[in-house]
Structures are given as C-alpha cells and as structure tokens.
C-alpha cells in the first residue's frame, strides 16, 4: 500500500529540520574548513542542496506525470560531474548567501508540503507553487513506485545523510 501524503510530508519535515539545525549548530570557523565533508565544505553543501532542490522543483511536472526524473539511473561518476557543475554556478556565494537560500528554499518547500492544509509559511516561490499544486490522491502519486514520490522519499534521506555528516563535523571540531 503505498504511503499517503502526511506521511511523506512529516518524513520531509523531519529530514530538513534535522538538517537545517545540524548546519545551525556548526561554529562560523567551520564554514568553509576542507577535509571534514569529503571535497565539500559546509557552505558548498548547503549550496548543493539549494541547487538540488531547483532542480526538483523544474521537474516536479513531469515527475507527477509518471516521468522518471533526469539523473535516475546515471552513474555516481555522471552525478558527481553534474552537481560539480551546479555548484559551480553557486560557488560564488559567501556563507550568509547561501544560509538565506537554503532557508528560503526550504521554508518555501516545507509550506508547499502544507499548503493543501492551510498550514503555509507564506513563503512565495515557485517551489510554493509547484508543491501546493500536488493533490493527496490519487496516493499512488506519493508512494516510492511513482516517480514524483521516489523523490520525495529520496530527499528525506538525502537529508539525513547529510545532516549526519554535518553532526560530523560538528564533533570532528
């Protein structure tokens, strides 16, 4: 039976409280210090997931309409090369920077994933939008056979994963 709507939403919720309080907890020294999360640091993990979620959000349609997304299926090699590239875009971006878009783009998301509650932040975006436009039912559209909600689950342990490595760091300080 697949999962209903709350419950991939609540899971989400989780994964990215979780995540956003790990990044909030790691000291300003830490920010941009190599070694501690592989080629990354902190704040071009963050920017990673800001990227990530852009991309979610320009394939939420066809996800919902049955179509895989683009990078399921490709090899580590092929998905390490195209968030390189869609870090690279960002790079730039000092730590506050990329703080406020991570928490804008995840505010946005998490009040989308309420919105049909009546429960939104009042964040406005695209991703607002996007995520407010996807009914309850039919179910199947949340389960992890469909590919809109294989990718709803798959951020909830995108998130989790890198919200432990994030604790990592904290304790490798």
Aim: net charge negative; charged share 25%; glycine share 8%.
């Amino acid at each position: 039976m697949p999962l209903d709507s709350a419950t991939v939403r609540a899971g989400f919720e989780h994964g990215a409280h979780s995540f956003l309080a790990a990044v909030q907890a790691v000291p300003s020294d830490q920010w941009d210090r190599h070694g501690a999360l592989g080629d990354w640091t902190l704040r071009e993990l963050v920017l990673h997931l800001v990227a990530r979620d852009k991309v979610r959000l320009e394939e939420f349609d066809r996800m919902l309409g049955g179509t895989h997304a683009s990078w399921i299926g490709i090899t580590s090699e092929h998905m390490d090369a195209i968030n390189e590239w869609h870090l690279g875009e960002l790079r730039h971006l000092g730590w506050e920077d990329a703080r406020r878009r991570l928490d804008t783009m995840r505010e946005a998301l998490l009040g989308a994933l309420h919105a049909e509650q009546g429960l939104a932040h009042g964040v406005e975006s695209a991703l607002l939008g996007a995520l407010h436009a996807v009914p309850a039912e039919p179910a199947e559209v949340w389960s992890p056979e469909h590919p809109f909600g294989r990718i709803m689950h798959a951020l909830v342990a995108h998130d989790r994963h890198h919200a432990a490595q994030v604790k990592q760091l904290r304790l490798q300080g």
